[in-house]
Nanobody
Framework: QVQLVESGGGLVQPGGSLTLSCAGS????????FGWFRQAPGKQRERVGC????????GYADSAKGRFTISRDNAKNTVILQMNNLKLEDTAVYYCATAHRRFGCVWYDNEYDYWGQGTQVTVSS
């Protein structure tokens, strides 16, 4: 069955960096687009960014632009979210999601078919 497992979360100081990984199994990884989302306590889930299946095109929410980078390694069935210059407001549970899509990013959360269990990122001094 389809499985997404996030890892790499933890505690980091403001201005620091973290690398989150999303390992996929049970599906043809290269044919799927991926997204990263996050949810802070008491807030709605929000998108972080996405990466397409075919050409690796990426898109980012304004809050992530210039600080976060999404990449994928189809040989390792892994999607990476590199987060730099982290801010207190980046504290949230981060989720990866996937959808079967030949071209383009999948921007909206209701278009995703499968979700991981999430990994906690805490930015605190």
């Amino acid at each position: 069955q389809v499985q997404l497992v996030e890892s790499g979360g933890g505690l980091v100081q403001p201005g620091g960096s973290l690398t989150l990984s999303c390992a996929g199994s049970g599906f043809t990884f290269r044919a799927y687009a991926f997204g990263w989302f996050r949810q802070a306590p008491g807030k709605q889930r929000e998108r972080v960014g996405c990466i397409a299946s075919s050409d690796g095109m990426t898109g980012y929410a304004d809050s992530a632009k210039g600080r976060f980078t999404i990449s994928r390694d189809n040989a390792k069935n892994t999607v990476i979210l590199q987060m730099n210059n982290l801010k207190l407001e980046d504290t949230a549970v981060y989720y990866c999601a996937t959808a079967h899509r030949r071209f383009g990013c999948v921007w909206y959360d209701n278009e995703y078919d499968y979700w991981g269990q999430g990994t906690q990122v805490t930015v605190s001094s």
